[in-house]
């Protein structure tokens, strides 16, 4: 109670609250929805080791700006469906927001996709819930060959690199298992600039009132 009501000295215990707090209600819904007991001690460790990977990764800098523009480059000779994806999110905000906009050399109509749940915990996992749901969209329209795109270097450097992110375990799993599933898969970062229609679908779903899911190739009025 201390730590809620700001009454204890700013340090690096205190720092990881936050995410104490919101597995400690992740443990309760487990409880609750599925009678699963977790260990106290378990759920202490692991919100602290997410506490100091997100306080790691935001020391993190992209040192490198060729594989950018590589990337950019590549944008427009693919041949392979170009998925860009994008998550919005606000502290201040019910929801966050996902977004991909997915095009093939070619072909005249793009398909989009747009949904916002439950605000999470940080940018960076409404960032990776953001490529989750565009694989598994994909999928879904048997497109199995798709180069994805996404402007957040950490997204980038998790996936390429999914041992050195232990805090977001369940959800690297999921991107692995996910792959699988695809003849060709690759995750390049790219300019905010180039990401802007998937950047632009995310940031309006997530202010909308309620819940939204939508995929189409036609975007419905509150989307532009």
Not at 82 to 108: A, H, P, V
Request: aromatic share 12%; glycine share 2%; hydrophobic share 35%.
């Amino acid at each position: 109670m201390d730590h809620l009501f700001r009454r204890t000295p700013t340090d690096s215990h205190s720092s990881s609250f936050p995410w104490v707090m919101w597995y400690i209600w992740k443990v309760r819904n487990d409880k609750i929805h599925e009678n699963i007991d977790r260990d106290p001690r378990d759920t202490l460790k692991l919100a602290d080791n997410e506490a100091n990977a997100w306080t790691l990764a935001q020391l993190e800098m992209v040192k490198d700006a060729s594989p950018r523009q590589s990337a950019e480059s590549e944008v427009i000779n693919n041949t392979w469906y170009r998925c860009f994806i994008d998550g919005s999110w606000k502290e201040s905000d019910n929801y966050s927001g996902l977004g991909w906009f997915c095009t093939l050399q070619g072909e005249d109509e793009p398909t989009m996709g747009a949904a916002n749940l439950r605000r999470s915990l940080t940018c960076l996992h409404t960032e990776v819930e953001a490529l989750v749901w565009a694989m598994r969209c994909m999928i879904g329209q048997d497109k199995r060959e798709v180069s994805f795109y996404t402007d957040c270097s950490d997204l980038v450097k998790m996936v390429s690199s999914p041992t050195e992110w232990p805090a977001f375990s369940t959800y690297l799993e999921a991107i692995q298992s996910d792959k699988d599933e695809f003849d060709f898969f690759s995750l390049s970062l790219i300019s905010r600039r180039v990401n802007s229609k998937a950047d632009k679908l995310a940031r309006n779903v997530r202010t909308q009132p309620h819940l939204i899911t939508y995929v189409n190739n036609i975007p419905p009025n509150w989307l532009l």
